[in-house]
Nanobody, 114 residues
Framework: QVQLVESGGGSVQPGGSLRLSCAAS????????MRWYRQVPGKERELVAR????????NYADSAKGRFTISRDNAKNTVYLQMNMLKPEDTADYYC???????WGQGTQVTVSS
């Protein structure tokens, strides 16, 4: 059974950092593309970052470029989203997604506020 479990969200001041984790089970992440999305209540879910199965192709939303980094630890079967220089507009629920399985995690909340 494919399962994704996010963690690492929380409250942080503008300019701060957080690292989100997405622990996968039921499949091996090293052979599949993975994505991070975020959603603000009342708005559509937005793609933040994605990494190809081999890790050779990484793409970011314009809002994330230069501040966020997606990575994976195959030994831990975990995907990460390092978020630096956070802004209030980054406040959202963040979700991990495995497109090959159409599987979503439960989400982790990020709040950026002074």
């Amino acid at each position: 059974q494919v399962q994704l479990v996010e963690s690492g969200g929380g409250s942080v001041q503008p300019g701060g950092s957080l690292r989100l984790s997405c622990a996968a089970s039921g499949f091996t992440i090293s052979t599949y593309a993975m994505r991070w999305y975020r959603q603000v209540p009342g708005k559509e879910r937005e793609l933040v970052a994605r990494i190809s199965s081999g890790g050779g192709n990484i793409n970011y939303a314009d809002s994330a470029k230069g501040r966020f980094t997606i990575s994976r630890d195959n030994a831990k079967n975990t995907v990460y989203l390092q978020m630096n220089m956070l802004k209030p507009e980054d406040t959202a629920d963040y979700y991990c997604y495995a497109p090959s399985f159409e599987a979503w995690g439960q989400g982790t909340q990020v709040t950026v506020s002074s």
